[in-house]
């Protein structure tokens, strides 16, 4: 028997180390069931971090912690899946050669954890002149990007940096870009960080409560915005928002929504208007024998309120968790759990003005400035790190009903 999980995100590590700890209770040996997960690299991409200077170390290696807990790593990328045949197809590419291969392999239960990307709308100039920090060469590329800004002249908006989306992502990443630029370009330079939002209040999703708080942040480190309009058009000396105002700058990090992957839509099922596949509450694709979903690539209920789980890092690992141990559970005989997450918080980085924690869907602020930000910085370098390589403990590690509990 074979569970084949593609996917090493958030969600795909935690739906290996489920799937294994659950093997393991049940006496179950890996030539017994086999737990194969596929991705281009063994790493996890700390995708919450990517908005951060020093991007390229934001990355951690898998291969032991699989290795520890006896799951097979493939390295390649998903590009076909068929579910009467219960196949995907993988590319491989030999690195250096740019010669790749093709395998197939057959599974019993397929975990779908192929996440999300940055949602490009066609806006003239976008795909030419935008960043972003969706991925980590993105975040890389951006880096790169404002280092090179010291050869150049300062003039013309060389100093001005505008974030389309007004978002957690466009928030953190602007409220960073402050020191960031003083560190590249000197603590003289004359900079300027603007987040032009659609939405006519910042942060649209956090509510009145939170607001005052990210719009009092955003002065303290010198943040405007431009709320109303949108982004229009970018060329390589600036962007024109729809209202008709033209910014000059040479850095534009588009930050405005995110869908899920393309390779949920060889699933034949229902999807959101994200892209997310439809799951029950044990996380199956309904009418797709075999297939579960997960994390960016799933929408799920989190309770009987009518929550469900976010595009988010804390939704996706304990998503992770239920999955992997739900497409266990079926090849063994053993009752699944249904998935449930009713504690929700947010943590949201402010840059030099610190951080906010809020609590719950209604967003109780319960922590703000340099308080919040100590439990940010435990959050973004340790919580969301993988487990140690150890089996015990990674084993341990992802309890469906314990991972990201809080």
């Known amino acids: 028997m074979r ?85 995907v197809q993988i590319a491989t590419t030999t690195k250096g050669t740019g010669k790749g291969t093709r395998k197939t392999l057959s599974y019993d239960r397929l975990v779908v954890a192929t996440g999300s990307r940055l949602f490009r709308p066609n806006i003239p100039g976008l795909a030419e002149h935008g960043f972003s920090v969706d991925t980590l060469n993105d975040a890389v590329a951006l880096d790169k990007h404002l280092h090179g800004l010291t050869r150049r002249p300062a003039v013309n908006g060389r100093d001005t940096v505008v974030v389309a989306g007004g978002g957690f992502t466009g928030i953190e990443a602007a409220t960073e870009m402050p020191a960031r630029l003083r560190e590249i ?24 409560g939170a607001r005052p708080v990210i719009e009092e942040a955003l002065r303290k480190v010198g943040v405007e915005t431009r709320l ?21 700058t040479e850095t534009v990090i588009w930050a405005a929504g995110i869908r899920a992957a393309p390779l949920t839509t060889q699933i034949p ?106 439990t940010k910085r435990e959050i973004n370098t340790v919580w969301i790190y993988p487990p140690k390589a150890e089996r015990a403990l990674a084993l341990a590690s992802a309890d469906p009903e314990r991972v990201t509990d809080v």
């Not at 109303?228 to 000059?248: K, P």
């Open 185 to 208: 370009l000197g603590a003289d330079a004359k900079t300027r960080v603007i987040i032009v939002e659609r939405n006519n209040a910042i942060a649209p999703d956090m509510g009145a």
């Open 3 to 87: 569970i084949l999980i593609i996917g090493a995100g958030f969600a795909g590590m935690y739906a290996a180390l489920s799937a294994a700890r659950l093997r393991e209770i049940q006496g179950v040996s890996p030539e017994q069931l086999e737990i194969a997960l596929v991705a281009p690299e063994p790493v996890l991409v700390i995708r919450p971090r990517l908005y951060e200077p020093k991007p390229e170390t934001l990355s951690a290696p898998l291969l032991d912690v699989l290795k520890a807990i006896d799951v097979t790593y493939v390295q390649g990328s998903a590009e076909t899946i068929n579910t009467e045949a219960r196949t």
């Open 228 to 248: 109303g309009a949108g982004v229009a058009s970018l060329d390589q000396s600036g962007v024109t928002l729809s209202n008709g105002e033209r910014i000059e």
């Open 269 to 374: 099922a229902g999807r959101d208007n994200f892209g997310r596949l439809l799951v029950d509450r044990d996380l199956r694709v309904p009418g797709v024998t075999g297939v579960f979903a997960t994390g960016d690539a799933a929408r799920a209920a989190c309770d009987d309120d009518g929550n469900h789980a976010l595009m988010s890092c804390q939704h996706a690992t304990r998503m992770g968790a239920f999955a992997g141990n739900n497409a266990a559970a079926e090849l063994l005989g053993v009752p699944t759990r249904p998935y449930h997450q009713k504690a929700y918080v947010t943590c949201l980085d402010l840059g030099e003005a610190g951080a906010l924690f809020t609590r719950g869907w209604e967003r109780k602020v319960e922590m703000v400035g340099d308080v919040a930000k100590k």
